[in-house]
């Protein structure tokens, strides 16, 4: 009686493709090792029973070298064999390396089924395999697939119920090698092709120098397109829908509560010069949506668009290849790239995909990197919309001081965390053109997730906020904190409710410094402080669950210490 | 015959893997990812002086930090 499916693979074989297939549940996948971090789970039809499919993360062997892999390994032996499935997904392009864990799950005496995955690939790859020699000789079904259209998972669905342990003997690793190669032999054979422009581009993308110009130029390509396309979804669509349509409604609301009233001040927010000001009335119904859906969603669209694209491309294991030797220098290796520009979407994402650094420093290093020194696109899409009225120039500055104080922080980290941060070594997947399918799942699914997180906590944030405001209750906390504010930052006392806010959103936090008159300079180091002072509640809550509550407090008290040393040396500098 | 490290290669020189000395965990990494004694390589690039390799092993491409690269002796023609 089968109870689970499991599948397994390398990593980057497309695991999480067929997982979307068989379940019909959504999950994010990309061109590079390691996109699964967490386990997944969905449902199956078989028959007319349903039964759970868990997507582990991708493993090079039974013997795991990762956080992640230790726990793809440890939940394949937590069920009784007869009461499993194992699917294990093989990257038709590259089946010798594959065929690594193929063996080793056939010596645990695994009930076993091979999806020879991305047949379309290996066909242009000029590879071509003889399925059932290979059935033959492993002695378990073998199915060639290709996931992102679908063709074979069918024809697996049926052959679920011929998964079988085979008697196999233990095997040293060499024996494994030597085994590998003479079937290799018997079911693959190549065709010689001409070096093709993707081989060029591949190729060129890892050299010292071709590698860096293209690293560059890709990552200036990227943040334009960012912008260009944020900034067209606010003009064009935002903007118009707000004060075209929304506008009016809410005025007329207005005029029904009264000014005066309190409803009036919590849903609308004060009127600016007798109107309503989305970015200055600061209430439930005006500011608060006006925020997420007109400021920031556009640049969430536009930054995920990018990302997904570059993923699906596999731009980013070649990026961090090019910045292995900088990263060594703050304690982590190159791969860590990846994790960070991912906490430039969001830090929640981003701390965890440090589950596939292996060292707990590494790990403790860059969460803290990312949630002190990486700001969030909700918060950029802010500060764009806050300083970038002044000039490029503020905008830039941010940027500028954040990775200031990330390289110094690095570096610090590097000198005084204990413990060891291992070497690179990594897979770097060949480029593929991305499949529009999957990226727009996947940019579906981000937004989705976003509007999900950040919406109650925004309505929470502005509701608080007011709630304080109107009861005066704001004043017993800025008196505290005002002598900081002002002495070391330069700030006035209200800018205090803005920093309290950060804790909730920073988007938000961001907002409520809109209606104060602040200078230039106040405003570029309150956007500082509001980047550098993590966690927005999510960042604080997942970087508990990663890292427990020692590290936690740790980064908070680093956060502390370079949130004010950071705000008062800008504070001076800038006289 | 030559022994030299994956660093020392040149770019697109071939050399079989002679020796590998590295602890059980990563030699075991190594072995899984299809890095073992006797198997063919060709060096793909490095970066810098004290930057990553890339190397080709069978159809994967993988990137190996210096420290590792250094690890890993290959006997050239």
């Not at chain 1, 009784?80 to 038709?92: G, L």
């Not at chain 1, 594959?98 to 991305?118: D, F, I, K, R």
């Not at chain 1, 490029?392 to 590097?414: A, H, K, S």
């Not at chain 1, 529009?436 to 579906?444: E, M």
């Amino acid at each position: 009686m089968i109870k689970k499916i499991f599948l397994i693979g390398n990593p980057n074989v497309g695991k999480s493709v067929v997982f979307s297939r068989l379940t019909g549940v959504r999950v994010i996948s990309s061109n590079y090792a390691g996109t699964t971090v967490e386990i997944m789970r969905g449902f199956l039809k078989l028959g007319d029973r349903e039964i759970e499919v868990v997507d582990l993360p991708g493993t090079y062997s039974l013997e795991p070298a990762s956080k992640s892999e230790e726990v793809a390994v440890s939940l394949l032996n937590e069920y009784p064999k007869d009461e499993i499935v194992v699917i294990n997904i093989v990257d038709s392009t590259n089946l010798e390396r594959n065929l690594y864990l193929t063996l080793q799950l056939l010596e645990a005496g695994l009930p076993l089924v091979v999806s020879l995955n991305m047949c379309d690939e290996a066909k242009h790859h000029g590879v071509s395999l003889e399925v059932d020699k290979l059935e033959k000789i492993l002695g378990v079904p073998v199915i060639s697939t290709c996931a992102i259209t679908g063709s074979g998972i069918k024809l697996l669905l049926e052959r679920i119920h011929e998964a079988k342990p085979v008697l196999r003997d233990k095997f040293s690793h060499r024996q494994r090698w030597q085994d590998i190669g003479a079937i290799i032999e018997q079911v693959q054979s190549l065709t010689h092709r001409h070096h093709t422009l993707r081989e060029i581009l591949e190729d060129a993308s890892v050299r010292p120098f071709s590698g860096a110009l293209i690293a560059i130029g890709v990552l200036f390509v990227s943040f334009q397109v960012v912008r260009f396309i944020g900034e067209n979804l606010i003009s064009r669509i935002a903007d118009p829908v707000f004060l075209n349509f929304y506008q009016p409604l809410l005025a007329k609301f207005s005029s029904f509560l009264g000014n005066e009233s309190f409803m009036h001040h919590l849903l609308i927010g004060d009127l600016i010069n007798g109107r309503i000001d989305f970015k200055q009335s600061l209430g439930l119904l005006t500011t608060a949506p006006y925020i997420e859906f007109a400021m920031v969603l556009p640049y969430i669209i536009s930054f995920y668009f990018v990302l997904g694209l570059l993923e699906d491309i596999g731009f980013l294991p070649r990026l961090a290849m090019l910045m292995d030797n900088l990263l060594h220098h703050l304690g982590l290796h190159g791969f860590a790239i990846i994790p960070v520009l991912l906490g430039f979407g969001c830090n929640v994402p981003g701390i965890l995909a440090t589950r596939n650094l292996e060292s707990r420093r590494e790990r403790f290093i860059a969460a803290t990197l990312i949630s002190i020194g990486v700001p969030c696109v909700a918060l950029q899409a802010m500060i764009f919309g806050l300083l970038g009225r002044f000039s490029g120039f503020y905008v830039f500055g941010v940027y500028l001081v954040l990775l200031v104080v990330w390289l110094v922080l690095g570096i610090i980290l590097n000198h005084t965390a204990k413990g060891y941060s291992p070497e690179f070594l990594v897979e770097i997947p060949p480029y593929r053109l991305p499949s529009l399918a999957p990226l727009w799942h996947k940019l579906f699914l981000r937004i989705k997730g976003f509007l999900i997180e950040a919406a109650p906590l925004v309505l929470l944030g502005v509701l608080l906020v007011n709630v304080l405001l109107y009861f005066k209750l704001f004043d017993f906390f800025t008196g505290i904190f005002a002598p900081v504010v002002k002495g070391l930052f330069g700030l006035p006392k209200e800018a205090i409710v803005s920093l309290v806010m950060g804790l909730f959103r920073k988007d938000v936090a961001v907002g409520m410094l809109m209606p104060l008159a602040l200078t230039v300079k106040q405003l570029f180091i309150t956007s500082v402080l509001l980047a550098i002072s993590f966690p927005c509640l999510a960042t604080f809550f997942v970087f508990f669950k990663e890292l427990g509550l020692k590290d936690l407090i740790k980064a908070s008290l680093i956060m502390l210490a370079v949130g004010l040393v950071t705000g008062s040396l800008l504070n001076f500098a800038m006289r | 015959m030559k022994k030299i490290s994956l660093r020392q290669m040149k770019e697109k020189q071939k050399g079989v893997i002679c020796d590998i000395s590295a602890g059980m965990r990563l030699q075991n990494k190594f072995m899984s990812m299809g890095i073992y004694h006797g198997r063919e390589i060709t060096k793909i690039s490095s970066i810098g002086l004290r930057g990553p390799v890339a190397i080709k092993v069978g159809r994967s491409v993988l990137v190996l930090g210096h420290g590792v690269a250094n690890k890993v002796m290959v006997e050239i023609q």
